[in-house]
């Protein structure tokens, strides 16, 4: 006996195949567009977060901007008040700096010696005067030359001169001062850096 199959088995299963790869990938293009809603949803939430701290940052960056100023305005005026306080404890240092270096001369001057003449400028001086002997003069150069408001102190000449007596040693000494010299200090010794010269 032949049968024949009138219903067409394999093109319902073709269908049903179709149908069930159009459900999966209907379900998959459904998951990615889902994932792509959520990824730019993030993206959209974090860029208006950003934003919004970007605003809070500006207004309080705007809010600061008076304080900043006036900040600045105060580190000026203590900067001007330094270099004022500056000036004045310059001037004062300079008032009173050539009383202590004649009071330095005239403690480093011997009973036999005399000054005759104390020049200055810019800070180097050059002093004349008259000694009985070398040595007399030699003791003043040393302990001129260890006195802290004298510095680089160096004899010049010394010569024989008997116009102003007899047996006078005429010397000259220059050296550097420094009117602003603190209080503190201590004095330096140096030795003077020439030597006599024999008459």
């Known amino acids: 006996m032949i049968r024949i199959n009138l219903l067409p088995?394999?093109?319902?299963?073709?269908?049903?195949?179709?149908k069930y790869e159009a459900l999966v990938g209907g379900i998959?293009?459904?998951?990615?567009?889902?994932?792509?809603?959520?990824?730019?949803?993030?993206?959209?939430?974090?860029l208006s977060r950003l934003e919004a701290e970007l605003?809070?940052?500006?207004?309080?960056?705007?809010r600061l901007s008076p304080a900043v100023k006036e900040v600045a305005e105060l580190q000026k005026s203590v900067s001007a008040l330094k270099e004022k306080n500056k000036v004045?404890?310059?001037?004062?240092?300079?008032?009173?700096?050539?009383v202590?270096?004649?009071?330095?001369?005239?403690?480093?001057?011997?009973?036999?010696?005399?000054?005759?003449?104390?020049?200055?400028?810019?800070?180097?001086?050059?002093?004349?005067?008259?000694?009985?002997?070398?040595?007399?003069?030699?003791?003043?150069l040393k302990t001129l030359s260890r006195m802290p408001r004298f510095t680089n102190v160096e004899l010049l000449e010394t010569i024989q001169n008997d116009q102003e007596g007899p047996g006078l040693k005429k010397f000259v000494?220059?050296?550097?001062?420094?009117?602003q010299l603190s209080a503190k200090s201590p004095p330096a010794p140096v030795e003077p850096s020439a030597t006599l010269q024999r008459p």
């Open 173 to 179: 000494i220059k050296a550097n001062v420094n009117y």
């Open 9 to 18: 088995v394999r093109e319902i299963e073709a269908r049903a195949g179709r």
């Open 88 to 98: 004045i404890d310059d001037l004062n240092k300079r008032r009173t700096g050539p």
């Open 28 to 46: 998959c293009l459904g998951l990615a567009f889902a994932a792509a809603a959520g990824i730019y949803g993030y993206q959209t939430w974090q």
């Open 55 to 62: 605003a809070e940052l500006q207004n309080e960056v705007q």
């Open 100 to 140: 202590k270096i004649m009071e330095d001369l005239s403690d480093a001057t011997p009973a036999r010696l005399w000054l005759t003449e104390f020049k200055e400028m810019g800070g180097s001086v050059t002093i004349n005067g008259f000694a009985t002997d070398n040595q007399t003069v030699a003791d003043f």
